[in-house]
């Protein structure tokens, strides 16, 4: 197939006929500033672990200082692939002599409520695969808890859990039945029910 393809797009005889292209320049610069990136990050991410914070919590955001300026990636990229992967709200670049990173570890409410949307969509997600659900399986979800911050978040973030975990709807009762799946689990000592059956199922 590959070859009739090659054939088809470029009129030549063979593609196991042709020389192999050139190598390309390589950009010393580029390559140079990813390096940074990766050494930002393994910093950022020991220094969440160090404090005990895991990935999927948010946080403020952090200062990061270079030595040099960025030339080959847009700083903008550069700073939104270490925010991505750090999970930051924002970052400070700075000039300076060294490349040092310092992350915020405070956490206020609002983040700790988005940490715990992201914990949620977690173990509903491994809910899914425990009920043998496809990854594209649309379901009907609920989440019950008496702890209060759990109940904030459902408030505040119940789109995002629905979106990220496909579900049509999220605690409507009418839609579940009593031989559907359902798991407790503990978030932040805080007992959590979740329910879940597929949609259409």
């Known amino acids: ?8 797009l470029t009129g030549a005889e063979s593609v196991h006929l042709e020389n192999w292209p050139e190598s390309g320049h390589i950009n010393e610069l580029l390559v140079s500033e990813m390096s940074s990136a ?3 990050i393994s910093i950022g991410l020991a220094q969440r672990a160090a404090a005990g914070i895991k990935v999927r919590q948010p946080l403020s955001g952090a ?21 991505d992967e750090l999970n930051l ?28 949307a992201r914990e949620l969509i977690r173990q509903v997600q491994n809910a899914r695969k425990q009920a043998g659900l496809k990854v594209d399986d649309r379901i009907n979800l609920s ?4 702890g209060k911050t759990i109940t904030k978040c459902l408030s505040r ?18 839609r579940l039945n009593s031989d559907d799946y359902k798991t407790s689990i503990d978030i932040d000592n805080q007992p959590v029910t979740i329910t879940i059956s597929k949609v259409g199922g």
Do not use: W
């Open 1 to 8: 197939m590959a070859e009739e393809l090659y054939r088809d």
């Open 38 to 40: 990766r050494e930002i």
């Open 63 to 83: 200062n990061i200082t270079l030595p040099f300026e960025i030339t080959q990636l847009e700083e903008e990229e550069f700073k939104q692939l270490i925010t």
């Open 89 to 116: 709200k924002s970052l400070d670049l700075n000039k300076g002599i060294n490349v040092s990173v310092a992350i915020n570890p405070k956490i206020d409410q609002d983040l700790e409520i988005e940490g715990l």
């Open 143 to 146: 989440i019950s808890s008496e």
């Open 157 to 174: 973030h119940g789109e995002l859990i629905k979106n990220e975990t496909l579900a049509t709807d999220l605690n409507s009762s009418s």
